[in-house]
């Protein structure tokens, strides 16, 4: 867990937690397993070249991100950012799975640019269609609608890339077993995490909450790392759904 400097520590208040969010001080990124962080226009990502696919993606989301724009979708292509180059699309061909987005194509409308990032395949994981297309469209979904009701968030989503994984193509790009996707709001508020089994499933949403604490187990990765030490333990703890739906 990050600390920062007494300095730091002292200035930040319970009450002051707003201030401190609006401020330099903090980012929303977090931990990388390969030490890189790689930031685009409208995310930011750690790719791994083990698994070939970022093991988080994160983003900040408001209304604005999801016009009624309807952009020309682009092909998907190998991400000129990515030194060690991220997977070809050709692995997904025939493979039985979906390039799934992580960061979605619909969240980042605000301009082209920021909808065309989105195609390159390090913001991709291989996906059955019907999970692609039913579970986690509608977690994408509900994503949306508390990004308007709370004026914004923050988003981290991914797979859990541990263990033995299966693997599609000659370029062996991992299959999760898991996705997760990690939320809170701009005001520091509220967090929620929700940990869904790569299948296809009718479950309410509600079903798949857990805290980030125990996503954090999962994944290895430390989230929101730079909040006050108070506020993060405290909301990584949370698996409230109830007090994001009123």
């Known amino acids: 867990m990050c600390k920062f400097g007494s300095s730091d520590e002292e200035a930040i208040r319970p009450g002051e937690i707003g201030a401190f969010l609006s401020t330099s001080l903090f980012d929303f990124?977090?931990?990388?397993?390969?030490?890189?962080?790689?930031?685009?226009?409208?995310?930011?990502?750690?790719?791994?070249?083990?698994?070939?696919?970022?093991?988080?993606?994160?983003?900040?989301?408001?209304?604005?991100?999801?016009?009624?724009?309807?952009?020309?979708?682009?092909?998907?292509?190998?991400?000129?950012?990515?030194k060690t180059q991220s997977a070809d699309w050709r692995n997904y061909k025939k493979s039985g799975y979906d390039k799934g987005h992580l960061c979605p194509a619909g969240d980042r409308k605000s301009s082209y640019k920021?909808?065309?990032?989105?195609?390159?395949?390090?913001?991709?994981?291989?996906?059955?269609?019907?999970?692609?297309?039913?579970?986690?469209?509608?977690?994408?979904?509900?994503?949306?609608?508390?990004?308007?009701?709370?004026?914004?968030?923050?988003?981290?989503?991914?797979?859990?890339?541990?263990?033995?994984?299966?693997?599609?193509?000659?370029e062996k790009v991992a299959v999760p077993d898991y996705f997760y996707k990690i939320l809170m709001s701009k005001d520091a508020k509220k967090m929620?995490?929700?940990?869904?089994?790569?299948?296809?499933?009718?479950?309410?949403?509600?079903?798949?909450?857990?805290?980030?604490?125990?996503i954090e187990k999962r994944t290895g990765i430390d989230f929101f790392l730079k909040l006050p030490d108070a506020s993060e333990n405290r909301m990584e703890k949370s698996k409230d759904y109830k007090k994001w739906s009123f």
């Open 29 to 82: 990124y977090p931990t990388s397993s390969l030490g890189t962080v790689i930031h685009r226009e409208g995310y930011s990502f750690s790719y791994s070249e083990q698994f070939e696919q970022a093991e988080w993606v994160a983003y900040q989301l408001s209304a604005s991100d999801f016009s009624n724009r309807n952009f020309k979708r682009p092909f998907f292509t190998q991400d000129p950012k990515v």
């Open 114 to 170: 920021a909808f065309e990032e989105t195609f390159f395949t390090s913001n991709i994981s291989p996906q059955l269609h019907d999970f692609n297309d039913g579970v986690w469209n509608r977690l994408e979904q509900k994503t949306r609608y508390w990004s308007k009701k709370y004026n914004g968030l923050y988003v981290v989503t991914g797979g859990v890339l541990k263990g033995k994984l299966k693997t599609i193509g000659q």
């Open 192 to 214: 929620i995490g929700f940990l869904v089994p790569h299948k296809v499933s009718n479950q309410p949403l509600y079903e798949f909450v857990v805290s980030v604490d125990d």
